[in-house]
Structures are given as structure tokens and as C-alpha cells.
């Protein structure tokens, strides 16, 4: 019912702005969903979004990565978030338009990661150090934090969830 009511919107997202772009830290439930995270994005920096980072295979997490893509950002993930991705989602996000309808999920679309990592990575954008952290599974085997040094803001995805029982599945 959350899924038909809000359009798939139930996980966090976020975003940092270096001198050299934006990371976007997960995409969003939907098309639409990374549409408007694009649009507000945009609203508070003129800088080009880089990278769209996706932390785990949750359909929160990734359904709006397609958004991303068409506007020339380079998606990542661990490599064990793309092979579940591969794995499962296309099947998970006909599921989910079955029981929320198609209106919300228009244009959304699954897609591969274009860049995948096997360990933790560093990413420095104009001497902002982003540290991609991978320690081992978590919610899924390939969990990331995405950790923006000079803020100190670590982006979790599914590795913390509050108020709420955390997914248990995988």
C-alpha cells in the first residue's frame, strides 16, 4: 500500500557537491522519483551530476537509476549489488507495478551499473574525498556507506533503518 500511495518513495536519498560534480547517493523508487531528485538537485547546484552511487539492490534504492543514466551520470555499485540487480530486478519491478499499478513506475526501467567496485574505494573530486566502503555483507552481500569526508555525513542505505524493522531477506 506505501508503494501505491507514494510512488514507490520509502528510501533515503541524497547528494554531495564537489568543485568537480555531484554524487548522488541512491537514485530513488521510480523513474519519476530520480526525475525529481535530479530537478532538485539542480535547483541548489549548477554542477554536473557525476556519478550516481547505488548502496544496495533494494528497489527503493535503485528503481530511479534510469533517470541518472539519460542524463550522461555514471552509475555505480559493488559488483554483488549488480549481479543482484541483474539477478532479480527485473522481476521485482514487475511485481511492483502489479500491486502499485503501472502510473506510478511509468519509465522506469532497470539497468546495470556502468561502473561496479569489488572493495572500499576512494573517489577524490577536486580534493573532496568520498569514501565508497564495502565490509562485507550487510542487508546484501554488496552493501555500501558512502562516507563525504568534509561533512562527516555517512550515507548508509540499508545497513541502518529507524523506526522500522529492518529488511531481513537476503
Known amino acids: 500500500e506505501v508503494w501505491a500511495a507514494n510512488g514507490g518513495r520509502v528510501g533515503n536519498s541524497g547528494f ?6 555531484v554524487v548522488a547517493i541512491d537514485t530513488g523508487g521510480s523513474h519519476a522519483h530520480g526525475r525529481d531528485m535530479i530537478g532538485a538537485i539542480r535547483r ?3 554542477q554536473r551530476i557525476r556519478f550516481a552511487v547505488i548502496t544496495t539492490p533494494f528497489q527503493e534504492f535503485l528503481f530511479g537509476a534510469s533517470a541518472f543514466r539519460d542524463i550522461g551520470a555514471t552509475v555505480l555499485s559493488h559488483a554483488e549489488t549488480a549481479k543482484l540487480i541483474r539477478q532479480r530486478c527485473e522481476e521485482c519491478l514487475a511485481r511492483t507495478r502489479r500491486h502499485a499499478g503501472e502510473a506510478p513506475f511509468a519509465g522506469t526501467r532497470i539497468i ?3 561502473e561496479q567496485i569489488e572493495r572500499s574505494t576512494r573517489l577524490n573530486l577536486g580534493g573532496r574525498i568520498i569514501d565508497l566502503y564495502h565490509f562485507g555483507w550487510g542487508a546484501t552481500p ?5 562516507f563525504h569526508h568534509a561533512s562527516g555525513t555517512a550515507f548508509t542505505g540499508a545497513l541502518l533503518s529507524a523506526g522500522r524493522i529492518p529488511d531481513t531477506h537476503d
Do not use: R
Open 44 to 46: 541548489i547546484t549548477p
Open 16 to 21: 554531495i557537491g564537489t568543485p568537480h560534480g
Open 142 to 146: 554488496g552493501d555500501l556507506v558512502v
Open 112 to 114: 546495470s551499473p556502468d
